[in-house]
């Protein structure tokens, strides 16, 4: 069985960085694809960024790109969203989530999720 555990998360100031980490339990295959998703008070939970396992091709929302990146550790079945240049517009709940197959940017199409973890940005 799948689970996933985010950590990293908290409190920073505007224009800081934070790195979020995801654990994921069991074996992954080159078929997979893992992704960041957000979800802030009030709103809908959002697409943040995607990677596919084998080749490490990524994918971000246009609210992110050039601030945050997605990585792995092969070694470690683990995933990365390292956060810079913070606004207070990215404060939200980050949740990693899983899926077999290729990327996608919807959240139906992930199957996998883990709990979330907090993210404030203070401006």
């Known amino acids: 069985q799948v689970h996933l555990v985010e950590s990293g998360g908290g409190l920073v100031q505007a224009g800081g960085s934070l790195r979020l980490s995801c654990a994921h339990s069991?074996?992954?295959?080159?078929?997979?694809?893992m992704a960041w998703f957000r979800q802030a008070p009030g709103k809908e939970r959002e697409f943040v960024a995607a990677l596919r396992w084998s080749g490490g091709a990524s994918d971000y929302a246009d609210s992110v790109k050039g601030r945050f990146t997605i990585s792995r550790d092969n070694a470690k079945n683990t995933v990365y969203l390292q956060m810079t240049s913070l606004k207070p517009e990215d404060t939200a709940v980050y949740y990693c989530?899983?899926?077999?197959?290729?990327?996608?940017?919807?959240?139906?199409?992930?199957?996998?999720w883990g709990r979330g973890t907090q993210v404030t940005v203070s401006s």
């Open positions: 989530a899983s899926k077999w197959g290729s990327l996608a940017l919807k959240r139906s199409d992930y199957g996998y």
């Open positions: 069991g074996p992954i295959f080159s078929t997979y694809a």
